[in-house]
């Protein structure tokens, strides 16, 4: 069970634009910046998004991320099949005084 | 290039150690935090543990604490994981992960992101 609840997965058509979620509480989502990583198949995680909605130098712009409150999402447009991934997104706990992830969401494009 | 290369994984069984290495080059070490994130076989992404840019603050998550310690070797710019009293929960692929942002310009350890990611080592824990 993780502290960050993801939904496990996402599916959309080439073009289309999807959106994942993650809900968190006062103690991580909604005191901390949420980070937000993609991992292809067979290969490490990489930064897709930090500080809530920053890109890396690299990243699309079809990649955008934003929160509210205790929670947080990241939205995909343009889909393309190279997107199919896993999907994770982490943040600051201050009552853990650690790092919490969400379960992850595979994302299939149709 | 950044690059990170862990090296130390391999296949002990229950109880025993193993030490885990990440060599690193492309920036100056001593200036970013550093990280242990895990991978259990078809699971998600555990953190394990973070230590600051000096060395001189570390953190774990409670399942490891105790038994596992992070370190830095800042002449060889080089992480560490000593792993002691492996438990088959263990067994995992074992990243190294660097900060995004400078630890001492900007003060944002242990809040920091995790920027580039190794390529894994892998830890197998099993009688």
């Known amino acids: 069970q993780s502290v960050l609840t993801q939904p496990p997965s996402a599916s959309g058509t080439p073009g289309q634009r999807v959106s994942i979620s993650c809900s968190g509480s006062t103690s991580n989502i909604g005191s901390n910046d949420v980070n937000w990583y993609r991992q292809l198949p067979g290969t490490a995680p990489k930064l897709l998004i930090h500080n809530n909605n920053q890109r890396p130098s690299g990243v699309p712009d079809r990649f955008s991320g934003s929160r509210s409150g205790t929670s947080a999402s990241l939205a995909i447009s343009g889909l393309q099949s190279e997107d199919e991934a896993d999907y994770y997104c982490?943040?600051?706990?201050?009552?853990?005084?650690?790092?919490?992830f969400g379960g992850g969401t595979t994302l299939t494009v149709l | 290039e950044v690059q990170l290369l862990e090296s130390g994984g391999g296949l002990v069984e229950p109880g025993g150690s193993l030490r885990l290495s990440c060599a690193t080059s492309?920036?100056?070490?001593?200036?970013?935090?550093m990280n242990w994130v895990r991978q259990a076989p078809g699971k998600g992404l555990q953190w394990v543990s973070s230590t600051s840019g000096t060395g001189d603050s570390t953190y774990y998550t409670d399942s490891v604490r105790g038994r596992f310690a992070i370190s830095r070797d800042h002449f060889k710019s080089t992480l560490y994981l000593q792993m002691n009293s492996l438990r088959a929960e263990d067994t995992a692929v074992y990243y190294c992960v660097k900060g995004l942002y400078n630890d001492i310009l900007t003060g944002h350890y242990p809040d920091d992101a995790f920027d580039i990611w190794g390529q894994g080592t892998i830890v197998s824990v099993s009688s």
């Open positions: 982490a943040a600051w706990d201050d009552n853990l005084n650690g790092w919490v």
């Open positions: 492309g920036f100056t070490f001593g200036t970013y935090a």
